[in-house]
């Protein structure tokens, strides 16, 4: 969908680019948990932070720069990527 559309809008001076974000700490994703006994939330913590190279759950704030950056001027000759903001999982 991001590059058919980067292709559609692009002669329009539309960008289209996606984020693809790894497991990111969130009150939705906290609360899609809350009801697991406290050693699986535990487990899957863990399962989790092993899945991915850099060690840990991502915060919404790792994502942030890349939004900011993809809504500025600087990436004005970037259109239909998809950047993975996910702590490495993609590359293993």
Known sequence: ???SLAFE???RGIRVNAI???TV???MRRKSIENLPPAAQAEL???VERSYP???IGRPDDLAGMAVY???DEAAWT???IFAIDGGYTAG
């Open 20 to 22: 693809a974000p790894g």
């Open 45 to 47: 913590k863990a399962y």
């Open 79 to 81: 259109s239909g990527a």
């Open 25 to 27: 700490d969130t009150a």
């Open 1 to 3: 969908l991001t590059k």
């Open 70 to 72: 993809l809504a500025s």
């Open 9 to 11: 809008l692009g002669p």
């Open 54 to 56: 850099l060690g840990r």
